[in-house]
């Protein structure tokens, strides 16, 4: 059956009256970001300054209104203002009413995969770390929170896949033996995400809370890069037990690795150690080792900090093909030098999260 169009919920939309202002939310302009595919529904319900409380029974109207529509199977409305007050810098740290924690008891441990800047294989890191974890006998889930650049969906070759949804609930997609959540399941991997900051928070506590993930050993976060917003939330929502921050050595990558490292210490969120990516480059032809990017910087940082340096991954043209192809190079070729790096950071990280495990 074909799902919904966006007239159709649009349509829809206009027999919901916001009680306050005693006209539909059409009409009054507080519908902003509508993304209709695959029947998967998601849209941001603008409420101006009010408290998102008071507007909750008005967002939970349009939901059972969506819901109602055949061939719907997933609806996520978040609520936002349209003006934001700027963010002073004590409001980096948990403020009293919304630092109540998502309650996740089917989940041992979470592990935010975070870096401070963009480029330095965050994403690669995460998919191979939670398929290490894995190989070493944890149940393993991995959420994909860059709301803006998803790329677990390609990285896992699952990008034309949908979840479903059962009893208000998201069913994870599994590949490689992972239970996996990403906005990108749910919009074109062409489409650019132009939502605010609140509407991008909103969402990730969704897909935290809303996702049936099932007994996990280890949840895995693929963060988006920088200190924001996603951080902030997962900081005060997110029952988070450590994060390991990935850079590579160069100056440049380490200076805003060093901001990212700092910020999750600020917001009390443990720092599990350091991995330094594209460490260096073995010459496939004559075996030399270049240190294209420098060589050594993430490890001397983790140890002006005191914290742990959890290994070095080299700059390899196989883990780029692999990653490329949608086959990580933990599963494609386990017994690879390259793989074995991940692995032996995996048991640093597990050994982390799970002591007695």
Known sequence: MKGPEKQDILEVLKTVIDPAKGADVVSLALISGLVVREGHVSFALDVGQESGREKEPL?????????????????????????????????????PGISEKIDLPTVKTIVAVASGKGGVGKSTLAVNLALALQSLGHKVGLLDADIYGPSIPRL???????????????????????????????????????????????????????VVWGELDILVVDM?????????????????????????????????????????????????????????????????ASHIFAHGGAKKIAKELGMAFLGAIPLH????????????????????????????????????LLPGG
């Open 224 to 288: 988006p890069p920088g200190t924001g917003d996603i951080q902030l939330t997962l900081a005060q929502k997110v029952p988070v037990t450590g994060v390991v921050i990935v850079s590579t050595p160069q100056d440049i990558a380490l200076i805003d690795a060093r901001k990212g490292l700092k910020m999750f210490l600020e917001v009390n969120v443990p720092v599990l150690g350091i991995v330094e990516n594209m460490s260096s480059f073995v010459c496939p032809h004559c075996g030399e």
């Open 156 to 210: 896992l070759n699952i990008k034309d896949h949908h979840p479903t949804a059962k009893d208000k609930k998201i069913q994870p997609l599994e590949a490689y033996g992972l239970k996996i959540m990403s906005m990108g399941f749910l919009v074109d991997e062409d489409k650019p995400m132009i939502w605010r900051g609140p509407m991008v928070s909103s969402a990730l506590q969704q897909m935290v809370r809303d």
């Open 317 to 352: 043209m196989a883990i780029r093909e692999a990653s490329d192809a949608g086959e990580p190079i933990v599963v494609s070729a386990s017994q690879s030098d390259e793989a074995k790096a991940f692995v032996e950071i995996a048991k640093k990280v597990s050994k982390a």
């Open 59 to 95: 967002r939970r109207a349009c939901e059972k209104a969506i819901k109602k529509i055949p061939g719907v199977i997933s609806v996520q409305i978040v609520l936002t203002a349209e003006r934001q007050p700027k963010p002073e810098p004590e409001l980096m740290k948990p403020s």
